[in-house]
């Protein structure tokens, strides 16, 4: 049963001139307030959808871009099953409410809402064209192969199950390692290929990702892909898949369970003040301000070199002034494939310097050495030269002391985020092993030595755009990977990352040490996952068109610029985007710790991690996660029956009703559900 609503309806009144385009938006509004109660609402919503848009853009309005946005925005509402209605002339919505109480409806719910991106895209004529290549036949080695060579048949892998339930109290860690033995095999590159089929890597874990629930995106930034393999069965069947990624910067639950959070980081410090942490400020602040390129500023007297050690106010005043200037400079003139574009005319710190001097870049300079110096000072007369306990107790016992606290630990965590915090952006199994728990296979194997050390030799080399464009010169940081961090799809908890925990021992490390996956709290489900992109290029079109522009989509102005873009095109709407960029799809939030010393690592406080498990044997350490598996897990999944009775259904016999096949959607050809008026 679902509870009692307690979201208050709001009103949208997008400012759109025209009363034919105020009354198109409410006509529209109360046809998708009727679509609702259809039989196929979701194919009544699409029809309609596909009926505005022509219909919009074949006017001749003067507002007709933001009719679009506007008008798009509600029927995406209405397919994500927020609630319309329209009073008069006024159109209002409410958020879905959660289900109360049941876990299936809600996970039901929250199902329903990620297919219907996941479904548009499997409808696209590029996405149908590369399923149909990735299943059709071809010759590799003298044999006729297909993505169909890559699925495990249930059959014979419930038939091996059954015997080896035989063996369950004498002999069954070689029956089952016989018939399930996992590796890891990563993407390293666009053209790396599978040895068994001849597929591309990249077009096997595309193909299987295509599976999810959830619609198949492209991370911006660091992306490190791998597939779970399985040596026992012929062509290495892939078990699973997963895929590490650039990390989210700002997630207050897991900032504040590592020591990153601004008053977790100040409770330490007031709990317990140490001549360390005192220097680490100091010693901190120093690398920073070190770290910027101030040639031009020095040249344009902008500031001296005196007021590097000793800063002054009217120093701090220039830099602002300077910062703000250059901003609205960067604004006004800027073009994303200016500030895009690689290595051509000049190389090595030559370009990293000319970086610098653009308006993006001097202006995010300025604002960061007004930030640091302002600290300096502070740390200056607090300190006196002298860092200690003492001092540092007093110091975060103001509010001047505590906001240079708070700078300090901000520029710490930007130079470790990157490179010691990954997200598993994609982890789970693929059929029949999903029924095995592969699951947890995937998300154990993701946390493997083997992927700590494959992520280092990928990124080694790897300059770091933004700290480069700041200092003017090459800056590479190690890339030394100690925390993973997930979500679960649903709100009401995680099968496959619930009670993860990979004892060391069993790995070459400590006794009682484990890798565990730790809860950490809800996220606050902010975001545009809920919104097509025929509505997000509508609404940036709309800035764009507008004479407000603030993003440009280049990288350095700051993260997310589709979600910025988004909002401001909400404000010129007038539309509560607060409200309208939450989806309601709440995520659990886990945290993988890799090392002993998390918190002090992070922070920059300690220089080495202290790993959980030792990285000299990657491959090792992966079979032997495996083996933990077979025995954690496995061993106990397979006396059920009705496990290995949906492990057999998966089979590759024709027509192929595996459960690792995508389900193709194909386009309706069904008669309009509405008539024309």
Excluded at 377 to 394: C, I, Q
Excluded at 647 to 662: E, F, L, M, Q, S
């Amino acid at each position: 049963m679902s509870a009692v609503p307690d979201n208050p309806w709001t009103t949208l009144s997008p400012p759109l001139s025209s009363k034919a385009s105020l009354a198109a938006f409410v006509n529209h509004a109360r046809a998708l307030v009727k679509a609702r109660g259809h039989q196929c609402p979701n194919e009544a919503i699409e029809e309609l959808r596909a009926r505005f848009v022509a219909t919009v853009k074949a006017s001749r309005c003067a507002d007709r871009q933001a009719l679009l946005a506007a008008g798009l925005v509600v029927t995406d509402l209405a397919m994500q099953e927020w609630v319309l209605r329209v009073r008069t002339r006024r159109v209002e919505i409410r958020p879905p409410d959660p289900v109360s109480g049941d876990r299936d409806a809600e996970k039901a719910r929250i199902r329903r809402q990620e297919l219907v991106k996941r479904n548009a895209q499997l409808r696209q004529p590029s996405v149908q064209r590369f399923l149909e290549s990735m299943e059709r036949q071809r010759l590799h080695n003298g044999e006729f192969v297909s993505i169909y060579s890559l699925m495990r048949d249930g059959r014979e892998l419930a038939a091996g199950l059954r015997e080896a339930r035989t063996h369950l109290n004498n002999g069954w860690v070689d029956a089952l390692s016989k018939l399930v033995d996992p590796y890891l095999e990563f993407v390293t590159s666009e053209d790396a290929a599978c040895q068994q089929t001849g597929l591309r890597l990249m077009d096997v874990w595309r193909y299987f990702r295509h599976t999810w629930t959830n619609q198949y995106t492209n991370v911006p930034g660091r992306t490190m892909a791998f597939l779970v393999r399985d040596r026992a069965a012929a062509n290495h069947p892939v078990m699973g898949i997963g895929a590490l990624s650039s990390p989210i910067m700002q997630i207050r639950e897991r900032d504040s369970w590592i020591g990153w959070h601004p008053e977790t980081f100040l409770a330490r410090v007031r709990r317990e003040p140490t001549r360390k942490l005192a220097r680490w400020l100091v010693e901190t602040l120093d690398a920073a301000i070190d770290e910027i390129y101030l040639v031009d500023l020095l040249e344009d007297k902008i500031l001296s070199t005196r007021d590097l050690a000793a800063p002054s106010d009217a120093a701090l005043k220039r830099l602002l002034e300077e910062g703000a200037e250059q901003r609205r400079l960067h604004h006004r003139y800027a073009r994303s494939r200016d500030l895009k574009r690689k290595h051509t005319e000049l190389s090595g710190d030559e370009y990293w310097a000319a970086r610098a001097r653009t308006h993006l870049f001097r202006s995010k300079r300025a604002l960061a050495l007004a930030t640091y110096l302002r600290a300096r000072a502070v740390l200056n007369e607090a300190f006196n030269g002298k860092p200690t306990a003492e001092k540092l107790a007093a110091l975060a016992a103001t509010g001047y002391g505590s906001d240079a606290i708070r700078r300090v630990l901000k520029k710490a965590k930007a130079d470790r985020v990157g490179i010691a915090v990954a997200d598993i952006s994609v982890c789970g199994a693929v059929q029949p092993y999903n029924a095995l728990l592969g699951g947890k296979l995937a998300a154990m194997l993701a946390a493997s030595p083997e992927v700590v050390l494959q992520y280092h030799r990928r990124y080694m080399g790897a300059e770091s755009e933004i700290a480069s464009s700041v200092a003017g010169r090459s800056i590479v940081r190690a890339p030394t990977l100690v925390l993973l961090g997930t979500t679960s799809l649903y709100g009401v908890g995680s099968s496959q990352y619930n009670r993860i925990k990979i004892p060391a021992d069993r790995i070459g490390g400590a006794n009682k040490d484990f890798i565990r996956f730790e809860e950490l709290g809800r996220s606050e489900a902010f975001g545009t996952s809920h919104y097509s992109e025929e509505t997000v290029d509508a609404l940036v079109d709309l800035v764009q068109q507008s004479e407000e522009q603030r993003v440009n989509s280049i990288f350095g102005e700051g993260a997310s610029p589709k979600l910025r873009k988004v909002r401001q095109a909400f404000d010129l709407l007038t539309l509560p985007s607060d409200l309208l960029l939450r989806h309601y799809r709440p995520r659990v939030l886990y945290g993988v710790s890799l090392i002993r010393n998390l918190e002090d690592y992070l922070i920059g406080l300690a220089r080495r991690p202290d790993y959980i498990i030792p990285l000299n044997e990657g491959r090792a350490a992966t079979a032997q996660i495996g083996a933990w598996w077979r025995e954690r897990w496995l061993r106990n999944r397979i006396t059920s029956d009705e496990v290995l009775e949906e492990v057999a259904r998966h089979t590759r016999v024709h027509p192929v009703t595996h459960g690792a096949r995508v389900v193709q959607q194909r386009a309706s050809s069904q008669q309009p559900l509405f008539a024309e008026s």
